[in-house]
């Protein structure tokens, strides 16, 4: 008896990487429902296991089944439950043997030809997702500064685990729409316009100088704090913008258009594609979402304000303040009854700090009320974040107090990445463009790895020590370990046609203890993908780049893949099947950076 389920799994898709977790996790499902088809939804874990001696996997379903049995009245001991799931599992190509161990957890070796043709397939198609069952729209709103505002660490933390919670979504198959939910729209552009005017009078035909746009800020907000009458203009000229006259809204777009020149310096540093689509994009919107609410009978009257309380929730949402001005809770119903119903999204993704969470969950709960989400079809998720702490573990700010700015931050990022090169030698060694490619790469590289290697729900420690340090954990020693990985075949003169050849003929022998540990830690990246597409947890990937790394370091030390002559130092020979373990390695290696959004270089 062979597997149906699994049959189409593996050929369904024959260049796709293979989850071996749900292949085995489908294979004792099966074994389970065959050997107790009386017990409804049985609990079914398959975990990696902890101690290699005793197996590769582990199927742990015996003790909570024995529980479950138990309720019913029915005893059965969990060593009993295992033999008999043991006895009923179905042919396949995957389990090599099984042994049950202690109160009945049930210990799977796997098979070594089927991890040696999976890693043949790795080699020969490349690192392909895992076959997707339906392409999915995927909504991502992250980064999301304030105009005439600096962008600050928090916004630093959005826009690098949005990024790479996007590439994730685009590497798996999905089409992803990221969104930034820039702040461009509210009172404070009053007084910016106001004070526009009195600065720039000739504004509409000769283009404001505005070279700082936070002095601007300061400058208009003193204003409108000290001077009566200012304040008074002020509000006239929110309600012009508000009416869309179209001298206002030239006056608003210039203003934004500095702040936007601004973001993109950082966004072209760290590579970042995001499609603005800021509050003022919903204005028109919210009026219609006010009536609905309203004809459903949802809205109640507090002292003038309109409230929706939704179910489960102690706080309400004020749609309409009682100046009859809308509010944030207007602008992000607006913003998701359009991702729901205009962007027909299947998925969408909030990422901002952890102190907006309540508010979000609110958000959520009121577009449930109204009807226009089911969560069991439709995945609304708020991934929050903790905030960046200085060395001292105080909230992150420059000698004087101020918040800091991103451009200095990622220059002082790339004058370190350049101390630490040259302390090492590279510009001795590298041509004057590769130590260019070097430094980017490690100061952008550490500066997102480092946030993306914590999780993200902790608050996190800024430390440029920390990681520009190329040992333990960080980008540093990765990519180092990456270009050490990739210079194998280089140094050995084997030329990327061998390699390609090889891999199509050569079978991947895992005979040495060592070259098993690999080859089995490089088929483990699906399982960690699904991982993290099921909790936005980026970190686990991040933890499990360095396994992969300190894995490899340890097959490398242990297994000869280019043997040479002790006296001259020329090749004598090379073992094709491990150079082809270092490629599979790499090549997980690279997909795994392409997520993170960390971009390595060929020579460091």
């Known amino acids: 008896y062979q597997s149906p389920h699994l049959q189409e799994e593996m050929s369904q898709n024959g260049k796709a990487m293979l989850n071996i977790n749900q292949c085995l996790q489908q294979i004792f499902g099966e074994a389970i429902s065959t050997a107790y088809p009386g ?5 079914l874990t398959v975990t990696l296991n902890q101690q290699a001696k005793f197996g590769d996997y582990q199927c742990n379903s015996a003790m909570p089944m024995a529980q479950m049995m138990k309720a019913k009245g029915q005893k059965v001991s969990p060593r009993e439950i295992a033999e008999k799931i043991v006895q009923n599992i179905p042919n396949n190509e995957l389990i090599e043997r099984t042994e049950i161990a202690g109160p009945g957890f049930i210990n799977v070796h796997l098979k070594r030809m089927f991890v040696s043709k999976l890693l043949s397939n790795l080699l020969v198609n ?24 600096e962008m600050h660490v928090g916004h630093l933390r959005s826009t690098i685990i949005g990024d790479s919670m996007c590439r994730l979504f685009e590497f798996l198959g999905n089409e992803v729409l990221r ?55 002020a509000y006239q000229c929110v309600v012009k913008l ?37 509050e003022s994009y919903y204005q028109d919107m919210m009026t219609v979402v006010v009536k609905e ?33 809308y509010t944030y809770d207007t602008s992000d119903l607006a913003a998701i009854k359009n991702r729901l119903f205009d962007e027909k999204a299947d998925i969408i993704i909030y990422v901002t700090d952890s102190g907006q969470a309540v508010h979000f969950q609110v958000v959520f709960a009121a577009a449930q009320l109204i009807g226009w989400y089911d969560p069991k079809v439709t995945r609304v998720e708020h991934a929050g974040f903790g905030v960046v702490l200085g060395e001292d573990k105080k909230k992150f700010k420059t000698r004087s107090g101020d918040t800091v700015r991103l451009m200095d931050l990622l220059e002082e990022g790339l004058k370190r990445s350049m101390d630490k090169l040259k302390e090492k030698g590279r510009d001795k060694v590298l041509t004057p463009e590769e130590l260019l490619k070097a430094q980017r790469a490690v100061a952008f590289g550490c500066i997102k790895y480092a946030d993306l290697s914590h999780n993200r729900i ?16 960080t980008a540093a020693y990765l990519l180092y370990a990456f270009t050490r990985i990739r210079s194998i075949a280089r140094l050995a003169n084997i030329q990327e046609a061998t390699l390609h050849k090889a891999a199509e003929t050569t079978e991947v022998l895992l005979d040495h203890e060592k070259e098993w540990k690999l080859g089995k830690c490089i088929l483990r990246f699906p399982e960690i993908l699904q991982k993290i597409t099921d909790d936005l947890l980026l970190h686990t990937l991040c933890d499990y780049l360095y396994e992969l790394a300190t894995t490899f370091t340890e097959f490398y030390d242990n297994c000869y893949c280019v043997e040479k002559d002790r006296q001259t130092g020329e090749v004598v020979k090379v073992n094709m099947w491990r150079m082809l373990i270092c490629e599979a390695t790499a090549a997980v290696m690279a997909k795994g950076f392409d997520i993170l959004g960390i971009n390595p270089v060929q020579r460091m």
């Open 39 to 43: 017990i409804e939804n049985a609990p």
């Open 126 to 149: 490349g690192v392909q997702p895992p076959s997707l069952k339906k392409k999915k729209k995927v909504v991502v709103d992250f980064s999301s500064p304030n105009i005439a505002k």
């Open 179 to 233: 969104l930034n939910h820039v702040g461009d729209w509210g009172t404070q552009f009053g007084m910016l316009i106001a004070h526009l005017q009195d600065k720039f009078p000739n504004y509409l035909s000769v283009s404001p100088p505005i070279g700082d746009l936070q002095a601007f800020y300061k400058a208009s907000k003193k204003r409108f704090d000290e001077d009566e009458e200012f304040k008074k203009r």
């Open 242 to 278: 508000q009416s869309k006259d179209p001298d206002f809204i030239k006056a608003w777009n210039l203003i934004c258009d500095v702040s936007r020149n601004e973001f993109q310096k950082v966004y072209n540093c760290l590579d970042i594609r995001i499609e603005e689509r800021g």
């Open 293 to 325: 609410f309203e004809e459903k009978g949802l809205v109640q009257l507090d002292e003038g304000r309109k409230i929706v309380f939704a179910p489960g929730q102690s706080i309400p949402l004020t749609i309409v303040k009682s100046d009859g001005g």
């Open 458 to 473: 902790n608050d996190y420690i800024f430390s440029f020590d920390k990681m520009l340090d190329d040992r333990g954990n």
